[in-house]
């Protein structure tokens, strides 16, 4: 059956970016991870504590960015039945594999995001039918000729929801039984459950095997496993916001090149603001970066004022906002600023 292509995309589209804009844009937040919810033999995690992002220095600035990207606001209201700035509160993503079709989504928001389960139906969405597969019961559409499969249930509060999305059914099984507690979660996981620490983005990523990388990551191929952590943090008294990355690269010998080549970029960066000011206030930021080695571990941590960050930011915002602000080129005149 032949769809409506520019309608079915603007509503797939006005829903991802529902997804990521409401992750950082809420008055009441998700919090912390909850590692019950996350499988026991999940191979990466991502996970966005909104609630501390809110809450730091750039929290303002979050906010900003988040309402600049929202055209497709009332559309979602319209099709979705929810606005994604009050009701989305969190985000947890996870995957057994590194396939895109095995990742698996878990937004957290408030009881309305419950009307996009009603509105499904009517939404517009390719291919879209109603499943179950014993007491659950979910949805299904296309995506881009990629099938995507969602269910909605209860949050840990009374007032919570939570929408869970994967690339295939059985991967949706597996997740509603990891947060039914049917199916081992990270809790039960031997080696301890994923502790982001109070940081405000957490990534952790074990038994990656970089050896089919293409030869521009060459570098990169001896990644076995990373986390990183980005929070903000209260240092004599003064709040800093941090990165902290821990490499795990296979031999010690690959851990002293990839320190060089880090090292590399930083003095890279150095010399080439020397000739574009614009890069200056980033430059200042790489010369805080510290790199250390640890056997076959390396080690990246950044801290720096979160002020002095934010006002790096809002600069380079206001940089990129005079560059969109500067003549067209004759190109772009006759053109009309019009693309085929």
């Known amino acids: 059956m032949k769809r409506e292509t520019k309608g079915y995309a603007m509503r797939s589209n006005a829903l991802k970016i529902a997804i990521l804009a409401g992750a950082f844009s809420v008055p009441a937040w998700a919090g912390p991870l909850e590692p019950r919810l996350v499988d026991r033999d999940a191979k990466w995690l991502l996970h966005v504590d909104a609630e501390a992002a809110l809450a730091s220095t750039p929290g303002g600035f979050f906010r900003e960015l988040a309402a600049e990207e929202m055209p497709a606001r009332a559309e979602i209201a319209a099709h979705f039945g929810f606005d994604p700035i009050t009701t989305i509160r969190g985000l947890t993503c996870y995957g057994r594999t590194y396939g895109d079709k095995d990742g698996v989504i878990i937004i957290t928001g408030s009881a309305e995001i419950q009307a996009a389960e009603e509105k499904l139906p009517q939404s517009g969405l390719a291919e879209y039918a109603p499943d179950s597969e014993g007491e659950h019961k979910f949805h299904r559409w296309s995506d881009n000729e990629k099938e995507v499969f969602c269910a909605f249930l209860a949050g840990s509060k009374p007032d919570e929801r939570r929408v ?10 597996r997740a509603l039984d990891v947060i039914a507690g049917a199916s081992p979660s990270s809790l039960d996981d031997a080696a301890g459950a994923p502790d982001p620490g109070g940081a405000i983005v957490f990534v952790t990523a074990r038994e990656i095997n970089m050896s089919q990388a293409p030869a521009r990551a060459k570098t990169f191929r001896g990644l076995e496993g990373l986390t990183l952590r980005i929070g903000e943090r209260s240092v004599n008294d003064q709040l800093q916001l941090y990165t902290q990355a821990h490499l795990s690269v296979g031999t010690p010998e690959r851990a002293q090149q990839m320190q060089q080549m880090f090292q590399g970029f ?13 890069l200056q206030p980033l430059a200042a930021l790489a010369q805080r970066v510290k790199i250390s080695v640890d056997n076959a571990q390396i080690s990246v941590e950044c801290s720096h004022p979160s002020q002095a960050v934010l006002d790096v930011a809002r600069e380079l915002r206001r940089i990129e906002e005079e560059k969109n602000k500067a003549p067209r080129g004759p190109e772009a005149e006759k053109s009309g600023g019009h693309s085929e």
């Open 164 to 173: 869970v999305l994967t690339g295939s059914r059985d991967g949706l099984l």
């Open 266 to 278: 930083i003095a890279m960066a150095a010399l080439a603001s020397e000739d574009n000011p614009d």
